[in-house]
């Protein structure tokens, strides 16, 4: 059941270019992917491990810019005066290696945290994400400030030699953008649906219980933090290659309280939280420029977010499920009524 | 008592625990032998749970060395000593709420998966295959502690007694080959006791080691192979429940609190 939904689903987004005509839809409906790819970093550490990153903007950064400067090269003076000059790499290597070094990152953040969780996982991320940011403000060097990196390369294919192709148009982008969102999706599901991710849900539910069967609580918490932080770099590359300018304002905090919003009311935990989450206050805004002046579409959002918090506190995907449940369960309650006083008539036993 | 100490598991050597200017305990030193079932009693705040927080590393010992099975485990880590098969239950009620029974005891099963990260998300078959035996496992363990039937409910929504119960089919899960359960029947009522004594039988009969902290003097009397009496930080006696239940400065100890349960 839950799987013919995806599919269904799935097949649904596949479908949207073919119909949608309007590019600037399209360019909405990227846009609100590569946030939605991030949320369902975000939740990997907030709905399953229990922890809260709120400088999670800093990974998405990290593959945004990092990706960003290995296609279009650079040259830098290092700490130790030498020179280091690298060329334009090809796209996807650069954009792997945004990936790889946003896990690194992750890892890193995972090391120094873990020893001290809850809210002091709090503000080391919200640090770090500081400091990523003025690192791309102030090495100029480097990254042009704010000045921003431009003409970035898009994704390209190529067999050397022989032939090419490099997507500049919407349509290749959302369809790029839709397989790095599947894979994410795969591996998070892999994950939290494995001996892992249970440790990472007990840990989260019972700290000490965990412990006394034998769960590295750090060791999951990194695990956790990795694949996390992977994956928000690749949403970052994904968006870096598809603006094609990457400025500083990419370490934005509210992205990050904007990726919060999006799991919470989506549902933390879940798999589908963030897809739903993320979509709705993806396209809202857009929608609501629409119809209303500046002020009214931000007290609208907020109104929205409100409500849901407020009468789903679990988020939509888990209220869904459980009204879902329920209807099934006295439908089959009822249908078990009906067989059981027919079988009853039907045989007529005396009391026992 | 065997006086040959080479079947010794578990080694408590003169282990000392204050918190700041109290001590916990004082000085404390035993030992349990493989298959054996030995009961740790005393009255309340006697130190009993400390000790079980000193043997599977939830508390450092001020002084003194705990050893399994001839490694030095005090130093080590909570989750390193349950991998030497040293796993403890909590005395207030400790399992995963928001799981289902079932999920309690995959969670358990934790230690006897194998699987990397990267075979995870490959999805190879044996990630499967691994994942298939401990399901396989996790039916084994709920019907042996009789909750099968409850698999699908939350953890957090049992009765109070299955709680209990699920607590100990979820160390059960871990694998032990030393048992610490700290007051198991505490809050259980007559029926729920005495059926877990029977678990406790079967248990027995899998030569599952045990040390049991319980108040409950009918079960420890029941149960025990052997008693170390712990008051106020210092063991004041030791030996077969018999010798126990006579035990002049044993009897002294729980005056005003339960001695008429020493004895009958
Ligand atoms: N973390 C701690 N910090 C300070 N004091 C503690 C701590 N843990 C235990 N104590 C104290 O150590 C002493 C022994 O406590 P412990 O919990 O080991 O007793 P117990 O024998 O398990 O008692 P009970 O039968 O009530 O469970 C008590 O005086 C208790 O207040
Ligand atoms: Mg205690």
């Known amino acids: 059941m839950n799987r013919a939904l995806g599919l269904g689903f799935l097949a649904f987004l596949v479908s949207i270019p073919f119909w949608i005509g309007d590019q600037y839809l399209l360019h909405i409906l990227i846009n609100a992917g590569i946030f939605v790819i991030g949320a369902m970093s975000l939740n990997l550490l907030l709905g399953y491990t229990g922890q809260l990153s709120l400088g999670h903007v800093a990974f998405f950064g990290i593959g945004a810019y990092t990706s960003a400067l290995l296609s279009l090269g650079f040259d830098v003076t290092t700490f130790w005066g030498g020179e280091l000059v690298v060329g334009p790499q090809p796209v996807w290597l650069s954009f792997l290696a945004g990936i790889v070094l946003a896990g690194l990152a992750g890892w890193f953040i995972g090391r120094i945290s873990f020893k001290v969780r809850g809210a002091y996982f709090v503000i080391i991320t919200i640090s770090f994400a500081e400091v990523t940011k003025l690192v791309a403000l102030n090495w100029v060097d480097l990254t042009e400030g704010p000045m921003a990196l431009i003409s970035i390369p898009p994704f390209s294919v190529s067999i050397p030699g022989i032939w090419e192709a490099t997507f500049y148009g919407k349509t290749p982008n959302y369809y790029i953008m839709l397989a790095i969102g599947v894979v994410s999706y795969i591996v998070i599901k892999r994950l939290v649906n494995s001996r892992l991710g249970r440790a990472m849900v007990a840990l989260r539910e019972n700290e000490p219980l965990a412990m006394s069967v034998g769960i590295d609580v750090t060791r999951y918490l990194v695990l956790a933090a990795v694949v996390s932080a992977a994956i928000a770099g690749a949403a970052g590359g994904l968006y870096t290659h598809y603006v094609r300018i990457v400025d500083p304002d990419v370490f934005l905090f509210i992205y990050t309280v904007t990726m919060v919003i999006m799991v919470i009311t989506g549902g933390k935990g879940t798999l589908a939280g963030p897809i739903v989450g993320g979509i709705i206050f993806g396209v809202l805004p857009e929608i609501l420029r629409e119809f209303m002046g500046p002020e009214a579409q931000w007290v609208t959002y907020g109104a929205v977010m409100i409500a849901i918090v407020m009468f789903l506190p679990e988020g939509i995907v888990p209220a869904l499920t459980r009204f879902w449940e329920r209807r099934k369960e006295s439908r089959d309650a009822s249908d078990r009524m009906i067989t059981g006083r027919a079988a009853s008539s039907a045989t007529e036993t005396p009391s026992e | ?264």
């Open chain 2, 1 to 264: 008592m065997s006086d040959s100490t080479s079947a010794n598991a578990l080694s408590v050597d003169h282990v000392a625990v204050h918190f700041g200017g109290l001590v916990a305990i004082a000085d404390m030193t035993f030992s349990v032998d493989r298959g054996e079932v030995v009961s740790l009693i005393g009255p309340n705040g006697a130190g009993k749970t400390t000790a079980f927080n000193v043997v599977t590393g939830f508390l450092q010992p001020t002084k003194g060395t705990v050893t399994y099975q001839g490694r030095q485990v005090n130093g080590l880590k909570p989750h390193q000593i349950a991998d030497l098969g040293l796993v403890r239950t909590f005395q207030k009620t400790s399992v995963f709420d928001t799981n289902t029974v079932f999920d309690n005891i995959l969670i358990g099963l934790h230690r006897r998966g194998q699987r990397s990260a990267w075979e995870v998300l490959l999805s190879l078959p044996r990630v499967r295959r691994e994942e298939e035996e401990l399901r396989a496992k996790a039916w084994d363990i709920l019907e042996f502690v009789g909750l099968d039937r409850q698999a699908n409910s939350l953890g957090g929504a049992l009765a109070y007694g299955e709680q209990r119960l699920l607590e100990v089919a979820v160390a059960l899960a871990a694998e032990p080959s030393l048992l610490l359960l700290d007051e198991p029947v505490s809050g259980m009522n007559p029926s729920e006791t005495s059926s877990f004594m029977d678990l406790l039988a079967k248990m027995r009969e899998r030569h599952i080691t045990m040390l049991l902290v319980e108040h409950d003097m009918r079960m420890v009397m029941g149960v025990s192979d052997r008693i170390v009496v712990l008051n106020d930080g210092h063991i004041i006696a030791e030996g077969s429940p018999e010798s126990i239940q006579n035990n002049p400065e044993v009897i002294k100890a729980y005056l005003g609190e339960g001695a008429e349960h020493v004895g009958n």
